[in-house]
């Protein structure tokens, strides 16, 4: 029960409090390039979760091999950016071969994959001394945040569309930069890192 728990309230925790898309950027730019597709973007995130939830796993994992405590960033970055490769190859092969995948899926898949968000995961669930659980349910909760962060801004820009009172200089993607800005102050406001250090 505990490891459910773990793992719900880390998931939780990634997408209402640290939304990593938000409030740290990770994502963004495909959350920014999809919103105005919001059928493709839930398929892109349950690929985020995927990718996520599986590197997450295979990082901890690693992790907890002893002696990788000692290791550095770099050599950290590199394992987690090696595991993040591999995981992506083995399915964009087993996609392509197993069920005659088009280029298009196989590119869908790798922006998916090999993304800033998928790669911070790790990163985050170290440096946050996640348990396995905890870690599998960042991974969750990464691709949750997407699919939030997605549908804020998607709202954004039809209110942004349909307000007459903005300026012409500002309509359309200045104002969806003040929409997304604005969001992201609000979402970093629940981390406790001091935005302006």
Request: hydrophobic share 55%; charged share 10%; with cysteine.
């Amino acid at each position: 029960m505990k490891i459910v728990s773990d793992m719900l309230l880390t998931a939780f925790y990634t997408v209402f409090v640290q939304n990593l898309v938000l409030s740290s950027g990770f994502g963004i730019s495909e959350a920014l390039r999809v919103s105005n597709k919001p059928g493709t973007f839930g398929k892109l995130a349950a690929m985020i979760s995927g990718f996520s939830v599986v590197t997450s796993a295979i990082c901890a994992l690693i992790n907890e091999i002893p002696g990788s405590e000692n290791a550095s960033y770099a050599i950290r970055a590199a394992v987690y950016g090696i595991v993040l490769t591999a995981v992506y190859a083995v399915v964009a092969i087993i996609v392509k071969i197993a069920f005659g995948a088009s280029d298009k899926l196989l590119s869908t898949i790798g922006i998916a994959a090999l993304n800033s968000l998928v790669f911070a995961i790790p990163h985050i669930n170290n440096s946050a001394s996640y348990t396995f659980a905890g870690a599998i349910g960042s991974g969750i909760g990464a691709g949750f945040a997407f699919v939030l962060a997605a549908m804020l801004i998607n709202k954004g820009s039809q209110l942004i569309a349909e307000n007459e009172d903005i300026p012409d200089v500002f309509k359309g993607t200045p104002a969806m930069f003040f929409y997304v800005a604005l969001i992201s102050l609000a979402f970093a406001g629940f981390t406790d890192t001091n935005i302006f250090s």
